[in-house]
């Protein structure tokens, strides 16, 4: 079979939920450009990326205050444009909020909210638990204003709601606490809970999908096949697992059984190109050159690649363990790889070195490019002038 038949079943049109039809079953995981989504800029990359082919394109992680009341995306006026965008190229659109304060949203995209600068589970009143709760619908309520097909919850990496599952970094004592998985999964489920509720009261509903870690400190895979029933019992269309999580998608298609008049848990993974050694070693030079200063953000960092124990695999068998499939920095080289690739084109492909420099502009706070991607439009331009 040659590269381009294994990867056939991803090119076919996918029924992902009653609400999204996608053209294909590749996808554009968020991933954090710092050009402010709000701005022409993050307009062209998005429109490069859902020209390119993609069946589904998710936006950035974008902190929640920026949708609330003084946030500057509160309006769903304000990001119609980018959705009209991507829209217009034959994919469908998608958020990633994260539910605390993110250090990648641009200075005054937001006023201070009860939330807007917690950053760790125990330094959340259980006030501030129902803000995000509420904020979460709120933000439901823009994006589907504004558009949108899709809302995804932050859950995964390390970061915050990813802490509150993890009996290691939630030091809690109350019912949100590490005291039973029921309480760890209490804040995700509320959540999901009130975006499906949300969702049955607007015009437009968004399809449901949630950003979570397959393992992560102090929990494992099986673990989080639990916290994916309970997630899809109140209401997930979609549970998004990050990082390279090809190799444990099958869990998830197999431990979540349909339940009666439900389109069943649809799930997404990460790591269906070759495992990189190259992108593990950038972040870890990263670390050494003081570029992942803070322990908790470096840890992030590298959980966003890799998770321990996971080798990675290839399009045909993430197929059988996955619905959809997710091609961060593959797309970022070449936002074109799904054309190519459907049409037999592999060999146009620019093909992601995984040298990491992305993931390092990030860290110096610089606006993220890929140099490859960069080199490949000179080249074009250049053979355009002859
Ligand atoms: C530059 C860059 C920025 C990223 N930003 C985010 C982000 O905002 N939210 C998130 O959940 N993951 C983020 N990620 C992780 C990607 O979504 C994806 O899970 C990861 O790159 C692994 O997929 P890949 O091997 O296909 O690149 C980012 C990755 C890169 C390379
Ligand atoms: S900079 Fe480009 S080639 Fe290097 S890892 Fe990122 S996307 Fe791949």
């Given at each position: 079979m040659t590269e381009v038949q294994s990867w056939h079943l991803a090119f076919q049109p996918f029924e992902?939920?009653?609400?999204l039809s996608l053209r294909n079953r590749i996808v554009c995981p968020p991933m954090v450009t710092q050009m402010n989504v709000n701005s022409e800029k993050a307009l062209t990359h998005y429109r490069a990326i859902a020209n390119g082919g993609a069946g589904l394109v998710i936006l950035e992680c974008v902190s929640l205050p920026r949708f609330l009341e003084g946030g500057d995306l509160h309006d769903g006026v304000v990001l119609r444009r980018l959705s009209d965008a991507v829209h217009s190229a034959g994919a469908k659109v998608g958020a990633q909020i994260f539910a605390g304060f993110s250090r990648f949203d641009p200075p005054g995209s937001y006023t201070g909210t009860q939330f807007s600068h917690v950053n760790s589970p125990s330094e959340f009143t259980r006030d501030g638990i129902q803000a995000v709760i509420s904020g979460f619908r709120e933000a439901l309520r823009v994006l589907s204003q504004a558009g949108f097909d899709v809302i995804e919850p932050h859950g995964a990496h390390g970061f915050l709601l990813n802490q509150f599952f993890s009996p290691v970094d939630n030091t809690r004592v109350d019912e949100y606490g590490p005291q039973s998985t029921e309480n760890r999964m209490r804040f995700g489920r509320e959540i999901v809970a009130a975006l499906a509720e949300e969702n049955a009261k607007v015009g437009r509903p968004l399809t449901l999908f949630y950003r979570h870690s397959p393992e992560g400190h102090g929990y494992s895979p099986a673990d989080s096949v639990q916290f994916a029933q309970c997630l899809y019992a109140a209401g997930l269309d979609c549970i998004d697992l990050s990082p390279d999580s090809a190799p444990v998608g099958r869990l998830f298609r197999e431990g979540v059984p349909a339940l009666p008049g439900r389109t069943p848990l649809r799930v997404m993974v990460v790591g269906a190109l070759e495992r990189d050694r190259a992108g593990e070693e950038a972040l870890a030079q990263g670390a050494a050159d003081g570029l992942l200063k803070e322990t908790r953000f470096g840890w992030a960092a590298n959980g966003l690649l890799h998770c321990k124990g996971c080798d990675g695999v290839r399009g045909e068998e993430a197929q059988g363990a996955a619905d959809v499939i997710a091609l961060g920095r593959q797309l970022l080289c070449d936002p074109s790889w799904p054309t190519k690739m459907a049409a037999g084109r592999q060999d146009e492909i620019e093909q992601c070195a995984k040298c990491g420099a992305c993931l390092q502009l990030i860290f110096k706070g610089r606006e993220v490019m890929c140099p490859k991607a960069a080199a490949a439009a000179r080249r074009q331009a250049g053979a355009g002038q002859l």
């Open positions: 992902l939920s009653t609400r």
